[in-house]
């Protein structure tokens, strides 16, 4: 769902007339993209703290001692 958007949001070369609306499309397209980046993040970057006990014990299992 997410590509797709971004996808969408990319001005097609026929469809716009003049620079200005271009640009202001273009500069539209990047701030969609980086507010897709940041939302599909979010649910990690909220759950990793739950669960990076998980990961420090996993660590310490595979380690060599000696």
Do not use: H, N, W
Not at 5 to 20: A, N
Not at 36 to 53: A, C, D, E, G, H
Request: proline letters at 6%; charged letters at 15%; a positive charge.
């Amino acid at each position: 769902m997410l590509r797709g958007i971004l996808i969408q949001s990319q001005p097609e070369p026929g469809m716009v007339s003049d620079m200005q609306s271009t640009a202001a499309r273009a500069q539209l397209a990047e701030l969609l993209k980086y507010a897709t980046i940041i939302i599909s993040s979010l649910p990690l970057l909220i759950m990793y703290p739950f669960f990076q006990r998980y990961f420090d014990s996993g660590i310490m299992a595979g380690a060599v001692k000696g």
